[in-house]
């Protein structure tokens, strides 16, 4: 035997023999074992990092989430109804508070945070529970397969039954409204520091979702506009909650109004495996309606609705938004007073000054009969923020176009930044590779149990030759020398 013949691999596999890929001249051991310079095998897989006591908590939280959310709100219930001294205390997690006997109407106070609670726990267990036992098996009824894209899919479809419930709210609000279609109306009657219970569950229920949001994108497994999506929630339920202590609430559900019907296509449209997360509020998201569409394989469809999407944002979004701030800067001066009032609506006292200082500007955050105050400070308190999501929203603009520009080429609407999600961070894992050994022998020298050995594997009492003594150890063998094809 020559020593091109001694070089030769021993054909040990199925009958078939091993595949042409994984014993061609010059391999370096099977394909999945090769790194990408041909040069190094691959030995192992090593944690880098290993998850820190935060993250052990988080994955414990989003696997329980359902229950944990499901019995607090059961042990609330049993409490208020079992429990008669409970009551004074459980009650306001239902009810709406500040109820005006006189007037039919609500105040605000610190007492609305336990129904924003309930709100947050409420709406945990409803998107917990959708996406487990509903919009999962839709997703794989309609051929959604990888876990990673059944997750995008229930998530998407979530924020697409909520969208369809608030919009129509706050569209429904707004039609019986004296501000609709009438700018100037937004304005009216300031400060009137009551309002009816449908508005106020409306803005209440608003900012529990977005609180409940910012828990949602620090419990969950972080992408990677992780901060701008927080940054983000935080800028949205800072500006609901000053609408509401400044009782600005009007404005409030015209702009929500605004900014929530374009969330009803980003769903059906979802370029896989999609980022576009931090498009996603009602200040700042793409439709929420395309996204299911991709998702399950209707790519004329999505693009059709990605159309849609595109014209519903920029006339919502940078035209009715544009005129909603316009009227921020010119008709506010025109038709409410530049002075602060204090009291309630039964005893409503000024016009006054506002004092030396700006402690004033958090006064309606604390007491719901405190001094509440407009003057350009004011103005420019809450247009600035408006102005600056505006600028977001039309970068965000330029992405959508790129998209849009894909789809006329023909590569199908596809977002810009859809391939973050799919690769999983380098970081996360390093590869410990080594040189492989190559050295000429003999056939009768080759040595077939080494690996046995070295495995720690037992054998059993066999003959000469080359023994396979279980079926579990001829599979590890047929894998470490690389054959695709096994014998059963």
Known sequence: MDVHDRAQ??????????????????SKGPL??????????????LRRKEDGSWKHFTRWFVENQI????????????CHNFIPKARAHTHKYFQLAYYNVKSGQYGNGFDDTYFITFCIVLFTLLRAGFM??????????????????????????????????????GVYIYCKSPYYLNLREMWTDWPNRELDGLMKSYVLAQWAFWLQQIIVINIEERRKDHWQMFSHHIITTALISSCYFYHHTRVGNVILVIMDVVDLFLPVYSPRPLNIEVLRHNFTNKTQAAKCLKYAGYTTL??????????????????????????????TPEIMPSACFRGSND?????EEPPPGFSWLIEPFLSSTGRVCYNEIVKWSFLAPLLVLQGITIFWFTMIVRVAMKVVR???????????????????????EAEPLEEEVDADEIDLRSWER????????????????????????LGRIGCEKQVD
């Open 67 to 78: 229950s944990l959310s499901f019995n607090l709100l059961a042990l609330l219930f049993l």
């Open 410 to 432: 023909g590569d199908g609407a596809e977002d810009s930044r859809s391939d973050d999600e799919a690769v999983e961070d380098e970081d996360e894992y390093v590869y410990e």
């Open 347 to 351: 005893n409503l006292t000024g016009p």
């Open 9 to 26: 691999p021993l054909d040990i596999c199925a009958a078939d023999g091993p595949s042409k890929s994984q014993l061609t001249s010059g």
């Open 302 to 331: 999505c693009d059709i609705m990605f159309g849609i999407f595109m014209l519903s944002w920029f006339v919502a979004r940078h035209f009715f938004y544009v005129m909603v701030c316009w009227s921020v800067y010119a008709h």
């Open 32 to 45: 999945y074992m090769q790194s990408s310079d041909g040069k190094h095998v691959l030995v192992r897989r």
């Open 454 to 477: 070295r495995a720690g594997v037992k054998r059993q009492a066999s003959s000469s030759g080359v023994s396979l003594p279980g079926h579990s150890d001829r599979k590890e063998l």
């Open 132 to 169: 487990e036992y509903i919009l999962a098996p839709v997703a794989r009824m309609q051929g959604v397969t990888k876990k990673k894209d059944q997750i995008r899919f229930t998530e998407q479809a979530w924020l697409l039954v909520y969208y369809s419930v608030f919009w129509t709210m």
